[in-house]
């Protein structure tokens, strides 16, 4: 406990100008770039899949291929989610703990958070039926 108050003891004697050059949001925000490019790509094969699966007129009920799919799309869906949650918690950071939000900006960091978390409703029910067609396949 007293690391802890001693750390928060030196942010509250640190001058204000290097707490405006904060560079820890930067990181998390590449995370977040990276994780729904991610999410981007694999949603984009899954369509790709499913055209072209459409198109010559074949069943994609193979348990392997139902496992990738239910496996990529939970991995891809919780990289996005923490990712959102992460730049949401820097966010929170720096505009109500540090008052340097208009330094950083904070309104970009909050539109990314709000589209990666569409992004992830939007990719969750893919997750979800996959995981359900896993679950229900029968051997």
């Not at 108050?5 to 949001?25: A, Q, T, Y």
């Not at 990181?27 to 499913?50: E, F, M």
Request: proline letters at 2%.
């Amino acid at each position: 406990m007293a690391a802890n108050s001693s750390s928060i003891s030196v942010i509250n004697h640190m001058p204000h100008s290097s707490l405006r050059s904060v560079s820890v949001p930067l990181s998390h925000r590449n995370y977040l770039v990276a994780a729904t490019g991610l999410q981007s790509l694999w949603s984009l094969a899954l369509a790709t899949v499913d055209v072209y699966a459409i198109l010559v007129k074949r069943s994609l009920q193979n348990r392997r291929l139902v496992s990738l799919f239910a496996i990529g799309d939970g991995v891809t869906s919780t990289m996005t989610f923490a990712a959102a949650f992460a730049t949401a918690g820097i966010t929170v950071l720096i505009d109500n703990d540090l008052n340097s939000c208009s330094a950083n900006h904070c309104v970009q960091f909050e539109t990314s958070t709000a589209l990666a978390l569409i992004s992830w409703f939007a990719a969750l029910p893919s997750f979800l039926f996959n995981f359900w067609s896993l679950a229900s396949s029968s051997r």
